[in-house]
């Protein structure tokens, strides 16, 4: 037991040695949720999605660190990536639910027009727009765009008018 505590640490007071062998296996820890959480959490990026990224990396920091019980840590992280992983579950079964949590798209541009309104609801300005243009739909002329939308991700996305 004495070994283990030497090599692990034990407390606030850690050296070196022991706050790496801390950080390979939270490391290692982090991997099997992050695979339990499953890929939505660092694919799809909603704030639901952001949550889980910025919670576990405050978490599990504490557990390399000493300023939490190692156990608790794991346990607490444990719980939000089921939590996390069930709201996904209700999310992808419930229309209602998915809107609740993660909002809906807003129409940014329709009709060669900008939405004013929608713009200034969604707090962005008409170049932050063209630049979601320009990435998504890889050109910067309105007259070849249908309809803008913000997603509930916050990217920006063009629909190309049909030729």
Wanted: aromatic share 8%.
């Amino acid at each position: 037991m004495n070994t283990f505590i030497e090599i692990f640490g034990q407390g606030k007071d850690l050296n070196a040695l022991q706050m790496s062998v801390r950080g390979v296996i939270i490391f290692l820890i982090a991997l099997v949720l992050i695979r339990i959480s499953g890929r939505r959490s660092f694919g799809i990026r909603t704030p639901l999605d952001n949550i889980i990224v910025i919670s576990l990396g405050a978490i599990l920091s504490r557990a390399i660190v000493g300023a939490s019980d190692f156990v608790a840590v794991v346990v607490a992280c444990f719980m939000i990536v089921l939590l996390h992983r069930f709201l996904g579950w209700l999310i992808s079964r419930s229309e209602r639910f998915a809107k609740l949590v993660e909002g809906n798209k807003i129409l940014l541009f329709s009709e060669g027009q900008f939405n004013r309104a929608n713009i200034k609801k969604a707090l962005l300005c008409e170049e932050d727009i063209m630049q979601g243009i320009r990435k998504s739909a890889l050109i910067d002329d309105l007259t070849k765009i249908d309809r803008i939308y913000i997603e509930r991700t916050g990217e920006i996305s063009a629909i190309k008018k049909e030729s």
